[in-house]
């Protein structure tokens, strides 16, 4: 069974950095479409940045040039740099891995952005 854990999720200052993790269980790791997203108190979930199997990279316009989405296949792992961090980034972060018949969604970490 495929399942995925995301962790790293904490309290930061305005403009600060924090990394999250995603450990992907199970088989077929490299065939998986990977992605992050993110749900804030009484908003729609929204994609924040997604890695394709090919290593294709997606961010969503409000975060280009802070975030970066990438993937290690030896850990079997997906991670979220997040920089320049802003009060509107505070929201619940969750991985994702999908393909074209299976998705499936971690439990979320929060991240809090503020002074």
């Known amino acids: 069974q495929v399942q995925v854990v995301e962790s790293g999720g904490d309290l930061v200052q305005p403009g600060g950095s924090l990394r999250l993790s995603c450990a992907f269980s199970g088989s077929g790791f490299s065939f998986y479409r990977m992605g992050w997203y993110r749900q804030a108190p009484g908003k729609q979930r929204e994609l924040v940045a997604v890695i394709a199997t090919n290593g294709n990279t997606n961010y969503a316009d409000s975060v280009k040039g802070r975030f970066t989405i990438s993937r290690d296949r030896a850990k079997k792992s997906v991670y979220l740099q997040m920089n320049s961090l802003k009060p509107e980034d505070t929201a619940v972060y969750y991985c994702?891995?999908?393909?074209?018949?299976?998705?499936?969604w971690g439990q979320g970490t929060q991240v809090t952005v503020s002074s």
């Open positions: 994702n891995a999908a393909t074209t018949l299976y998705s499936t």
